[in-house]
């Protein structure tokens, strides 16, 4: 039942933002941008780089969630737990910043316009989610320890060194 509930989320979720919106706007396709010589190596592989990235940010903070947070990263079915170990000792929110290096990289990949666009819509919703929907969520299911951890670790940017949630920092 709990892969079941991972898949769900996952398709419903990360999947329709990186897959399917994408491919229904993506347009007409330039992969190597019409650049010549060895330049048009260039997009390919940067937009490839991101979406590896992206893809495993979202692979290890699904992994989180299911192992520590004892959920899954939809908002019908959250975790238990308050995650801050691997990647969120860093950022608070190293899956959507997965989704955003996903479709950045898609953008670049193909050449395609329409996805850029996509990214901005998506960055621009979820910079209004996030503070007014999930964080205050977080807040009320998880109190105090939310509290530190949201005063220590930022919201988009990562820190270089990792929070340690044990010795204070101010």
Same mark, same amino acid.
């Given at each position: 039942?709990?892969?079941?509930?991972?898949?769900?989320?996952?398709?419903?979720? #990360?999947?329709?933002?990186?897959?399917?919106? #994408?491919?229904?706007?993506?347009?007409?396709?330039?992969?190597?941008?019409?650049?010549?010589?060895?330049?048009?190596?260039?997009?390919? =592989?940067?937009?490839?780089?991101? !979406?590896?990235?992206? =893809?495993?940010?979202?692979?290890?903070?699904?992994?989180?969630?299911?192992?520590?947070?004892?959920?899954?990263?939809?908002?019908?079915?959250?975790?238990?737990?308050?995650?801050?170990?691997?990647?969120?000792?860093?950022?608070?929110?190293?899956?959507?910043?997965? !989704? /955003?290096?996903?479709?950045?990289?898609?953008?670049? =990949?193909?050449?395609?316009?329409?996805? /850029?666009?996509?990214?901005?819509?998506?960055?621009?919703?979820?910079?209004?989610?996030? #503070?007014?929907?999930?964080?205050?969520?977080?807040?009320?299911?998880?109190?105090?320890?939310?509290?530190?951890?949201?005063?220590?670790?930022?919201?988009?940017?990562?820190?270089?060194?990792?929070?340690?949630?044990?010795?204070?920092?101010?």
């Amino acid at each position: 039942m709990a892969l079941w509930r991972q898949l769900l989320s996952i398709g419903i979720l #990360p999947f329709t933002v990186t897959v399917l919106v #994408p491919g229904w706007i993506a347009g007409p396709v330039s992969i190597g941008w019409g650049l010549d010589g060895p330049l048009v190596l260039i997009p390919p =592989l940067v937009g490839t780089a991101l !979406v590896a990235t992206g =893809l495993t940010l979202m692979a290890r903070t699904i992994s989180l969630f299911h192992r520590v947070g004892k959920g899954t990263l939809a908002p019908w079915d959250e975790t238990r737990n308050l995650v801050v170990e691997g990647s969120y000792r860093h950022v608070r929110n190293p899956m959507i910043s997965g !989704v /955003f290096s996903i479709l950045l990289g898609e953008a670049i =990949l193909l050449g395609s316009f329409p996805i /850029f666009v996509w990214l901005l819509a998506f960055v621009a919703g979820s910079a209004l989610y996030i #503070p007014l929907s999930e964080e205050p969520r977080l807040e009320r299911r998880f109190g105090e320890p939310y509290l530190l951890y949201k005063h220590h670790v930022p919201r988009w940017i990562p820190h270089r060194t990792p929070w340690d949630q044990l010795t204070p920092k101010s």
